[in-house]
């Protein structure tokens, strides 16, 4: 069974930028489509972006904001988020169509 193990959140200022990164268990494991995911306290969770064979596509809130990309070499996808809102935090979550679900990384903006 695949999963991904995601890094890179924290509290960050609105306004502000983090990176986020996942890769997968095993780290063989095929990476050419990967969502990233986001849960909102008291939400859903929700399709953010996704890379397909290097495609990428948005949420409608996000578009603008955040860059999917995947490094090959190291087999990582990563998310940058830029100009954060608080509407952003949330638990982030790299999935791909036949994984499980990971642990994700939290992303709180606050002032």
């Known amino acids: 069974q695949v999963t991904f193990v995601e890094s890179g959140g924290g509290l960050v200022k609105p306004g502000g930028s983090l990176t986020l990164s996942c890769t997968p268990s095993?780290?063989?494991?095929?990476?050419?489509?990967v969502g990233w995911h986001r849960q909102a306290p008291g939400k859903m969770r929700e399709l953010v972006a996704i890379?397909?064979?290097?495609?990428?596509n948005y949420a409608n809130s996000v578009e603008g904001r955040f860059t999917i990309s995947r490094d090959g070499a190291r087999n990582t996808i990563y998310l940058q988020m830029n100009n954060l809102t608080p509407d952003d935090t949330g638990v982030y979550y790299c999935?791909?169509?036949?994984?499980?679900w990971g642990q994700g990384t939290r992303v709180t903006v606050s002032a």
């Open positions: 095993p780290s063989s494991a095929n990476t050419k489509v």
């Open positions: 890379t397909v064979a290097g495609v990428p």
């Open positions: 999935k791909a169509p036949s994984s499980s």
